[in-house]
Nanobody
Framework: QVQFVESGGALVQPGESLRLSCAAS????????IGWYRQAPGKARELVVA???????NYRDSVKDRFTIFRDDPKRRVYLQMNGLKPEDTAVYYC??????????????????WGPGTQVTVAS
């Protein structure tokens, strides 16, 4: 089972940018669709964006035009570029292999285990 380690989280001010990194334990190119999730205090974990093995993407409406997901398969990494950060983006961010569908609501994690996550805090 592929495992992931997230990094890149930080404390930033509203409007600033961050790039999160998701490092996979094995090759993911052509094999795995990857999703970025987040969990805010007291809330359920939610999907933010997913990218298929072929490069198709599917974004949560609230992050469209601000976040960009991209993958570097030779490096076994998937990145999340976050621009125009807002306080409501504050959460622990996780990545996972997912079952990818055109319908955003149908995308689900493939596995039940999660990495350590990386904390993103947006505050002035």
């Amino acid at each position: 089972q592929v495992q992931f380690v997230e990094s890149g989280g930080a404390l930033v001010q509203p409007g600033e940018s961050l790039r999160l990194s998701c490092a996979a334990s094995r090759d993911i190119g052509g094999l795995y669709n990857i999703g970025w999730y987040r969990q805010a205090p007291g809330k359920a974990r939610e999907l933010v964006v997913a990218i298929s093995a072929g490069g198709s993407t599917n974004y949560r409406d609230s992050v469209k035009d601000r976040f960009t997901i991209f993958r570097d398969d030779p490096k076994r990494r998937v990145y999340l570029q976050m621009n125009g950060l807002k306080p409501e983006d504050t959460a622990v961010y996780y990545c996972s292999a997912v079952r990818f569908y055109p319908d955003f609501r149908s995308i689900v994690p493939m596995f039940t285990s999660w990495g350590p996550g990386t904390q993103v805090t947006v505050a002035s």
